[in-house]
């Protein structure tokens, strides 16, 4: 594996639990816009991977 490969892989992942992060706080919104119940700790699942993406943010140096 190539250094170039892991910096790619290690962007990949970033975006991915940015992604994660994002799309799951919508639909805890939209959950409750509808009135619909949300498991115990999803909010908190939530909360931990927008923390892991700022983390993964201040570790992996930008694209060139």
């Not at 949300?38 to 699942?45: A, D, I, K, S």
């Amino acid at each position: 594996m190539s250094g170039r490969d892991v910096a790619a892989r290690r962007r990949v992942l970033l975006d991915d639990v940015t992604r994660l992060a994002w799309d799951l706080g919508r639909a805890v919104r939209e959950a409750g816009a509808l009135n619909l119940p949300v498991e115990p700790g999803v909010r908190e699942g939530r909360d931990a991977l927008a923390r892991w993406a700022l983390l993964l943010g201040q570790v992996i140096p930008p694209p060139r």
